[in-house]
């Protein structure tokens, strides 16, 4: 294991678990929630890319978030959720 966990998300988590810290953030603070998400999708975006999770969900995903922030009116926020669509 890398001595730099900064660079491996939630490797200090079992996945269980970091599943259950974002349920709940999510109830608790939706908008936190949605900052989370798009931190962690731009900071890792070649993992987003190359992971086997389902291309139709992590789709769906991304744009419920550029949904939310375009009600915010943070389109540069929108822009690089749009890019991230287009490359799955």
Wanted: net charge negative; proline share 1%; glycine share 2%.
């Amino acid at each position: 294991m890398s001595e730099n966990l900064e660079n491996e998300p939630f490797s200090h988590f079992n996945l269980e678990g970091a599943k259950r810290f974002l349920d709940d953030l999510e109830k608790s603070s939706r908008d936190k929630y949605f900052r989370l998400c798009y931190q962690a999708l731009i900071t890792n975006t070649e993992d987003v890319l190359t992971n086997d999770a389902d291309a139709d969900i992590k789709c769906k995903g991304i744009t419920k978030l550029i949904t939310y922030f375009k009600e915010r009116e943070e389109y540069e926020k929108c822009s690089k959720l749009q890019k991230l669509l287009k490359m799955i």
